[in-house]
């Protein structure tokens, strides 16, 4: 699987916005680029994801590079319920390996 | 609407002695994923079924491990012997056609002592 590169932690206050970037430079055509993430005490869940275009989603949106080369996360105003670990993962489509790798992921902090 | 339910929550067991983790995937999906997490490896795949065959097992981490699914409602995963280096949470998790949309459950808490 090509990898992701994330920051090991970030933090925000409450009722801002989020970005959370997430690198890959050696994504191939049919990565998917997903994201989860972990609450404290609880198992991952699913946020969001996508290939080429930004997507939207109730509780996120990504925005994908034209390169495709680095992805944005982005919580548009940020709760003390968001505080998590976000987990960026490639997964290519169609091929033998039809799993997701998750990586170590961003520690989110809300500040209220 | 039942999610991915996993049991026990918690078990505590001695060295030696054989444990059994069990999950309920949310029914009409057909993978199902066990995960174990800790402090110092993160969250790793252990092994992954599509429609209840296995098709992945390269992270199970050795013959002490192994896992089953003799329905589309029901998977194990059964350690024997333990060891305390098998002290984790581990996840079940469900997907319908592929694993882009994970339902996780809330994970066993092993602890071999």
């Known amino acids: 699987d090509a990898k992701t590169t994330q920051p090991n932690s970030m933090e925000s206050n409450e009722e801002e916005p989020v970005h959370l970037p997430c690198n890959h430079s050696t994504i191939s055509g049919t990565d998917y680029i997903h994201w989860y993430r972990q609450l404290p005490s609880q198992g991952p869940e699913y946020v969001i994801h996508g290939l080429t275009s930004n997507v939207n989603n109730r509780m996120a949106s990504l925005a994908i590079a034209e390169d495709r080369k680095s992805s944005t996360l982005i919580l548009h105003r940020a709760t003390l319920r968001d505080a998590a670990v976000y987990y960026c993962?490639?997964?290519?489509?169609?091929?033998?390996?039809?799993?997701?790798?998750f990586g170590t992921g961003t520690l989110l902090a809300v500040q209220p | 609407d039942a999610g991915v339910i996993q049991s026990p929550r918690h078990e505590v067991t001695e060295m030696g002695q054989e444990v059994t983790l069990r999950c309920k995937p949310i029914s009409g999906h057909d993978y199902l994923f066990w995960y174990r997490q800790t402090m110092m490896r993160g969250l790793e795949l252990l092994i992954y079924?599509?429609?209840?065959?296995?098709?992945?097992d390269s992270g199970m981490p050795e013959d002490r491990f192994s896992a089953k699914m003799p329905n589309a409602s029901f998977s194990t995963l059964k350690i024997q012997p333990s060891e305390p280096r098998d002290s984790a949470v581990y996840f079940c998790?469900?997907?319908?056609?592929?694993?882009?949309?994970?339902?996780f459950g809330d994970g066993t808490r092993l602890s071999i002592l």
């Open positions: 079924f599509n429609n209840n065959v296995p098709i992945d």
């Open positions: 993962i490639l997964r290519e489509f169609g091929g033998a390996t039809n799993k997701l790798i």
């Open positions: 998790a469900s997907s319908f056609a592929g694993p882009q949309r994970q339902h």
